[in-house]
């Protein structure tokens, strides 16, 4: 009778020891890079990379959350722009204003300005009287054109 070679155990603790002799022994963990621990570390680092660019923002990026603050910064220079030449143009118009006043309420009648003042006052109040009659009677409506020249004709010319 001859004897057949015996055939080795189909399960995986047959003599302790793996077929793959640089695997190394059952009972040792296999290096396994796409692990759980792989996982968790590649998420850990998203969230730090979030939170560092969100808390530091070292690329000083306008985000959804810094809108109010560019928004106010914007206004604060726009008003401040403003103001200033708002500020200007009200010293003007007031100096101006305030001459255009005294012309017109000082008691020397005779003086070379004040009658410039008088005249200029006069014949820029009427010549704005005679344009607005212009042009009411050349485009306003039909049904309002008679009672705007009846409100200009109350107003008093000078």
Known sequence: MSRQP??????????????????????QRGADFTGMHSIVAFIFAIV?????????????????????????EAF????????????QRGIVEGRQRTLVA?????????APWI???????????????????QATRAHAPQDERQRELELLAEIERR
């Not at 604060?76 to 500020?87: F, P, S, T, W």
């Not at 200029?120 to 009287?129: F, I, K, T, V, Y």
Request: no cysteine; proline share 3%; charged share 35%.
């Open 76 to 87: 604060d220079d726009a008003y401040q722009l403003a103001y200033e030449e708002g500020k």
């Open 48 to 72: 730090l990379v979030a939170v560092v660019g969100v808390v530091f923002d070292p690329l000083d990026v306008t985000t959804e959350f810094d809108l109010s603050e560019v928004e106010l």
């Open 102 to 110: 005294l012309g017109l309420e000082h008691a020397e009648r005779d």
């Open 6 to 27: 015996r055939r080795p155990r189909r399960h995986g603790l047959s003599d302790y020891r793996s077929r793959d002799p640089a695997a190394g022994a059952w009972w």
């Open 115 to 133: 009658r410039g003042v008088h005249e200029g006052w006069m014949e820029g109040w009427n010549d704005a009287l005679d344009s607005l009659e």
